[in-house]
């Protein structure tokens, strides 16, 4: 069989700092136990790369959102660490929650319907204190049929933990007040931000997912939180520039003397957004300077700074990711789960 080469692009995880940011976030939670969002492939970083690290470091609650997530995740724990968010809309659901083990977010009285209809059973509940999202109205807890599940966490979800918002203090109360009115054996209402918020905010499991892959959501979190993901791609072509030589589509960069330039095959078909356009690459500690617009499958970069760097050699984009949404105005979430499969491809 012919040997594919190996790729021009990579995302490369520090996957110690991913145990030590679990560690630091459990730490944070204080009495309480710190388990871990791993939706959406772990933010676009893997879940065959992340679960296993996240579940050695110590973490034992899981939190999908689609049933279609499910696969992945329960072949690295056991599925009854597995909460599937998004809950049994439809009987198809139910039945698959209880062919696999996992367990479902009840977030409706239609969905306390399926369950219960399906045959119940343990599930976690999901309460609307304020983010009108997903979750149950405070108004529908009394109903005979909620006060018939069989809860295991009781969760809310907090619209402004990131902010200093008086809206947390009011969902706070609020989850204090259904706390007092359903039957449960452990509550649930911090994710990231939320651990920052202090141990108020704590009860008895948190549900962190973008501080555990280096996103900084708060100042609390700073100097706490390690950078996860690293995409890196390799030069594939230099060139030599001159004055009043222009690069890349519409011609948006003159040069304005003799340079030296390099190709870098990461565009934005791999994440890496137009919104990067005048931006820098780094490499050795250096910046590079981004010139142009950002092509599908390439950058164009200064290697003014880099007269060592040539063909094969490796860059990686400033991904730390407070500064990188401060650049690009996208937010620490997008940027993590934009981040394309050819990074990922072996
Ligand atoms: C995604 C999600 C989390 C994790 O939130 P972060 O802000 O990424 O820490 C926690 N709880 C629920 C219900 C979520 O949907």
Not at 82 to 109: M, Q, W
Request: charged share 20%; aromatic share 6%; hydrophobic share 40%.
């Amino acid at each position: 069989m012919t040997q594919k080469p190996p790729p021009t692009l990579r995302l490369r995880l520090d996957t110690s700092a991913l145990a030590e940011n679990w560690r630091a976030l459990d730490r944070m939670s204080g009495s309480a136990r710190a388990g871990a969002a791993v939706k959406a492939d772990c933010y676009g970083l893997g879940v065959d790369r992340c679960v296993p690290v996240l579940r050695d470091a110590g973490a034992a609650s899981f939190f999908v959102a689609h049933w279609s997530e499910v696969e992945m995740v329960r072949r690295h724990v056991e599925p009854g660490s597995i909460a599937v968010l998004h809950g049994p809309v439809r009987p198809e659901d139910a039945a698959y929650a209880f062919a696999t083990g996992v367990v479902p977010v009840i977030n409706s009285l239609h969905q306390a319907k399926v369950w219960q209809d399906a045959g119940g059973g343990p599930c976690h509940l999901m309460v609307d204190t304020g983010i009108n999202r997903l979750g149950l109205g405070m108004h529908e807890i009394g109903s005979e049929l909620v006060q018939s599940l069989d809860v295991r966490t009781l969760m809310s979800h907090l619209a402004c933990a990131d902010e200093d918002s008086g809206m947390n203090a009011q969902q706070l109360a609020k989850f204090r007040d259904v706390v007092g009115q359903i039957e449960h054996r452990e509550a649930s209402l911090s994710n990231s931000a939320g651990i920052a918020l202090g141990k108020d905010y704590a009860f008895d499991v948190t549900r962190p997912g973008l501080a555990l892959y280096g996103g900084v959501p708060r100042a609390e979190l700073e100097g706490q939180i390690g950078q996860v993901a690293y995409p890196e791609a390799a030069i594939i072509q230099t060139r030599q520039l001159e004055a009043g030589d222009r690069v890349g589509y519409n011609a948006t960069f003159t040069a304005q003397r003799a340079m030296r330039v390099g190709v870098v095959s990461l565009g934005y078909a791999d994440g890496f957004l137009r919104c990067w356009g005048g931006a820098h690459v780094v490499h050795d500690g250096k910046c590079l300077p981004i010139l142009g617009k950002v092509s599908m499958d390439m950058i164009v970069i200064d290697l003014e700074n880099a007269p060592d760097l040539h063909e094969g050699d490796w860059v990686s984009a400033d991904y730390f990711l407070p500064d990188a949404a401060q650049q690009t105005t996208l937010s620490q979430y997008e940027l993590l789960t934009l981040l394309g499969t050819r990074l990922k491809a072996k």
